[in-house]
């Protein structure tokens, strides 16, 4: 225990460094400033607390972001007053709308300062909105037990809330002094309270054993699909359920099923070919559909799922409304410990014959879809060479727009994969770089997927190149604008589809990395880039690869590829 006695603030922020550490909070992600002095100090001196120095708040906020998305703890953000807290909305936003656990401390002048045109004060209260599920402003710092009970507690409340329900604001008032020198104030509290018995909690008692549920026998005995997408993790025995079944997995490639899963026949990756086959389409229409986690990117796969309007078991984590189809779904919120205690109906005769169409479908799509990487300059050519190239024990962070549809609809199946991340709760470009050296410090060695836009926009994640403890390598690719818009019917009236959709840019990346004195090299070919992969994956610090393609020529190559592996998958399901 490091309790700081030289001033009511550091009093104060002691015992809140010290019960967000006893409440399991291991990382802090701190801007400069000089309101969130007191709070800083106190997070920096505490042993069981990494703390990281990140200038741009913005950054920052992404870059927790990332770690609380690997570690699944909460992880601290803090800023100093005034509109500095505002650039923790975009990655708020996507916190809350994944499931992230974030706890925002912004950092304010006391009440007294207030609407008076003090410098650098704004109206910080519920600066956040509903994007956040808690807010409380703390009370100004005072020497009283009474006061730190109430601290300890409401802390505690909020990384509980921040668990259980994704990202948490805490407005923190100070009054000067805020350096820690002493006066007094806080002396007598040295002796008067037994701390260790101020911070101890009650034992937990034991957790009940969940009773067994069971799907319905009519649910269970129809032709069914399983949908696993993300937000759901391996330790659900989902293979075991489709071989009692006899239904397939389609499995998201943000879904640990897709990189990570048993393999095999009843894994489909190429749901996206397949379902643009109207006669696949219809042949293998479902009348149950279990989804595990979030509904996967794809329209095909999305469009199907509405018209075949099944009778639909949605599981998650949440009680949250999830289903955009709006269909006949039934939400149930469990854990995956829970869901691997369900049973399934007895005599519930599998189905050979639904799981061998599919299987047939699946061949075909990807012989068609293997191709990709004999494709001249075609982007997904590369993910594909990524997705096979990459193996357990490392990490895979996919960046919005063109990346992860590319990873979804061209990545195969596999046994020993990536763990796989990505930004897909609001689904913007915001923080991709800093999410993903998020994902990287600390964490296994990875790699991000991104688009030239989607890291242009994010150029201040750059400046935690130096302080990453750990492995990223970037692979971007490079078509000089946003090329998923190439795909949208906008791209036939230009002008001004060109200016204003497809955002042309001519930055040299060789020259932006330079600058920020990070290694950069282009890569020509899906071959090269395995090769590469397979000899710089790992090494410490952050690198670049880029890959530059033309966005014109690839929306005709994507086309032609899709089309032909879904009519070769309508032939199968003949």
């Not at 007294?112 to 402003?137: N, Y």
Request: a neutral charge; hydrophobic letters at 45%; charged letters at 20%.
């Amino acid at each position: 225990m490091n309790l700081d006695f030289r001033t009511t603030n550091s009093l104060w922020c002691s015992v809140a460094a010290e019960t967000l550490a006893r409440s399991g909070v291991r990382h802090a992600v701190i801007s400069p400033g000089s309101r969130n002095t007191p709070l800083t100090l106190a997070l920096v001196a505490h042993p069981a607390i990494e703390t990281v120095a990140v200038l741009d708040e913005r950054s920052a906020g992404f870059f927790g972001l990332g770690l609380a998305k690997r570690t699944g703890v909460p992880v601290i953000l803090l800023c100093t007053s005034g509109s500095a807290g505002a650039h923790y909305l975009p990655a708020l936003i996507e916190a809350k709308e994944s499931g992230a656990a974030l706890i925002a401390i912004t950092a304010d002048r006391p009440p007294e300062l207030r609407d008076c045109a003090s410098g650098q004060t704004v109206d910080q209260q519920k600066l956040f909105g509903g994007f956040v599920g808690f807010f409380h402003e703390l009370a100004v710092p005072e020497a009283r037990v009474e006061l730190l009970q109430y601290l300890r507690q409401t802390l505690r409340h909020a990384v509980e809330r921040a668990r259980a329900a994704g990202p948490v604001h805490l407005n923190a008032p100070f009054r000067d002094p805020l350096t820690p020198v002493a006066d007094g104030t806080a002396e007598g509290l040295a002796e008067a309270v037994d701390w260790e018995r101020f911070f101890a909690l009650p034992p937990v008692p034991p957790q009940a054993h969940p009773r067994e549920q069971m799907f319905d026998r009519d649910f269970a005995a129809a032709p069914g699909v399983i949908v696993c997408g993300a937000g759901w993790g391996e330790e659900v025995e989902t293979v075991f359920w489709a071989e009692q079944l006899g239904w397939p997995i389609l499995a998201d490639a943000l879904s640990p099923l897709r990189f990570r899963g048993a393999g095999g026949r009843a894994v489909i990756a190429a749901y996206d070919a397949i379902l643009r086959d109207p006669r696949a389409a219809r042949a293998l229409r479902p009348k149950s559909v279990l989804l595990l986690g979030e509904i996967p990117t794809s329209k095909a796969l999305r469009a199907w799922l509405t018209e075949a309007d099944a009778d639909t078991i949605h599981i998650g984590r949440t009680a949250e409304n999830r289903d955009g189809r709006h269909g006949r779904t039934l939400r149930i919120a469990v854990g995956a410990a829970t869901v691997n205690r369900w049973t399934l109906p007895h005599g519930v005769p599998p189905r050979p014959a639904w799981l061998a169409a599919w299987s047939r479908a699946e061949a075909a799509a990807q012989a068609v879809l293997a191709g990709a990487e004999a494709i001249t300059g075609f982007e997904g050519g590369f993910t594909r060479a990524l997705a096979r190239t990459l193996r357990r024990g490392q990490a895979l962070f996919v960046a919005s727009s063109m990346p992860v549809r590319d990873l979804e609809a061209l990545a195969p199946a596999r046994g020993e994969g990536p763990a796989v991340y990505a930004n897909r709760g609001a689904n913007g470009i915001d923080g991709t770089l800093s999410t993903a050296l998020g994902v990287a410090h600390g964490g296994l060695p990875a790699v991000l997927l991104t688009g030239d836009l989607a890291l242009l926009h994010d150029t201040n994640g750059l400046l935690i190149a130096a302080k990453l403890q750990g492995s990223l390598t970037v692979v971007v690719i490079n078509n000089a604008g946003g090329g998923i818009f190439g795909h949208l019917p906008i791209a036939g009236f230009n002008p001004p589809f060109e200016e204003y959709w497809a955002t042309p840019q001519r930055v040299d990346l060789g020259r932006l990395c330079a600058a920020y004195d990070v290694p950069h090299e282009r890569v020509a070919t899906p071959a090269e880039l395995a090769g590469r992969l397979d000899a710089l994956v790992g090494a410490p610090g952050l690198r670049v690869l880029e890959v530059c393609t033309d966005r014109g020529r690839d929306v005709e190559a994507r086309r032609a590829l899709f089309a032909r592996a879904a009519s070769a998958a309508g032939d199968a399901c003949g």
